[in-house]
């Protein structure tokens, strides 16, 4: 599996555009034995078909699948732009990680790359970065910590008789798990919960969060508080943004009335239920074609074509036995690690659902951009 590492790194690089900044990235492929001559012309013509910035400060430059077989060993050159180069539509990019790959073996990068793109403080991290080895350590993200939700902070059937006792009991627990302190407590402790329906209720902070958190508890006997009912509370500890995907999928549960499903018989069970939503709606299965299955720019050519319709789009990748995500998210799509011959499941809900079902599947038949 291609990995980055220091040694793919070149620090304190300039560059007045991104043309510029991909032609020095093609010379040093072609320097490291990478490529042959002409790769250049191949990644130029790369950025005019779509942009290669993924966000967050970061690039993927690439040549074009005509130019693949000048690629003589796969792997990749990095630059680092401390001052950062303009690529195009109002973005920066302070990493470009120029790709040579005979077939799909840049996909892991890609994949790895999901986690940091959507995480706060990347870009500025990624420009103030001083040595190559900390530009690895942001990529691979060591200094961010992913949501925790799971069985330690889950409480099933507690004794209660009112809201209070569960918020102590929610919040318990995720300052057990040292994700939370003393004034993450106070502030939950202070607010009054939500009732969403069903029984279940909602309380969230974003004081003295060290790592974003859920915690889940359900009741022995339910209760009425302020003349609603009460079967459970989920509680947040709201840093960044990853703990919407359950939210979203809870809002799917209230909607389709399947809250009940929540209140399982084990903390593992409730886990899944939360993190694992089935989306509902008019489904089918496509067989991506393409040689190097989903890279970027049949990523983007897929998400481009869902983004077109008002109705929700999720895709599951039933090959690898992924979960759904959102189709109009690029680095969604991409974190499926989407090879030749998977099977991709797309689930579309709203007025224009099977229209959206039908230009998926036309495009994914016309080889997503690839032919």
Do not use: C
């Amino acid at each position: 599996m291609l990995e980055l590492t220091p040694n793919d790194i070149l620090l304190g690089k300039h560059a007045i555009n991104k043309h510029e900044a991909i032609k020095e990235i093609a010379k040093d492929l072609e320097v490291k034995g990478l490529v042959a001559e002409g790769y250049e012309a191949g990644m130029l013509a790369r950025e005019t078909q779509n942009s290669t910035f993924l966000g967050n400060g970061i690039a993927i430059p690439h040549g074009t699948t005509d130019t693949r077989s000048l690629v003589k060993e796969t792997g990749v050159q990095i630059h680092h732009f401390a001052n950062g180069v303009d690529w195009g539509d109002g973005n920066t990019v302070y990493l470009a990680i120029g790709i040579a790959a005979k077939s799909d073996e840049h996909l892991g990068i890609l994949k790895q790359l999901t986690r940091v793109l959507s995480a706060d403080g990347v870009e500025e991290a990624l420009k103030g970065a001083s040595s190559a080895d900390d530009v690895v350590a942001i990529l691979k993200g060591d200094n961010q910590k992913g949501l925790l939700f799971d069985s330690t902070v889950v409480t099933l059937d507690f004794p209660a008789s009112d809201l209070i006792s569960l918020l102590a009991v929610t919040a318990g627990k995720l300052k057990n798990a040292a994700v939370v302190n003393d004034a993450y407590i106070a502030d939950l402790l202070a607010k009054p919960a939500m009732h969403l329906g069903q029984g279940l209720w909602l309380a969230s902070s974003a004081k003295g969060v060290n790592q974003p958190a859920l915690s889940f508890i359900s009741v022995q006997t339910p209760f009425v508080e302020e003349g609603k009912p009460v079967k459970g509370l989920i509680t947040v500890a709201a840093s960044g943004a990853e703990h919407i995907e359950i939210l979203n999928n809870l809002s799917g549960l209230l909607f389709n009335g399947k809250v009940s499903d929540v209140f399982a018989n084990s903390a593992e069970e409730v886990v899944k239920v939360l993190t694992e939503v089935r989306q509902a709606g008019i489904s089918q299965t496509f067989t991506i074609k393409n040689a190097h299955g989903l890279h970027a720019r049949p990523g983007a050519m897929l998400v481009s074509v869902a983004k077109k319709f008002g109705s929700q789009i999720w895709v599951a990748n039933v090959s690898a036995g992924g979960k759904q995500v959102n189709a109009k998210s690029l680095m969604k799509v991409i974190a499926l690690g989407v090879k030749h011959g998977h099977e991709l499941e797309f689930t579309a809900d709203g007025d224009d659902a099977q229209q959206a079902i039908d230009a998926i599947g036309e495009a994914i038949a016309n080889g997503l951009g690839e032919g």
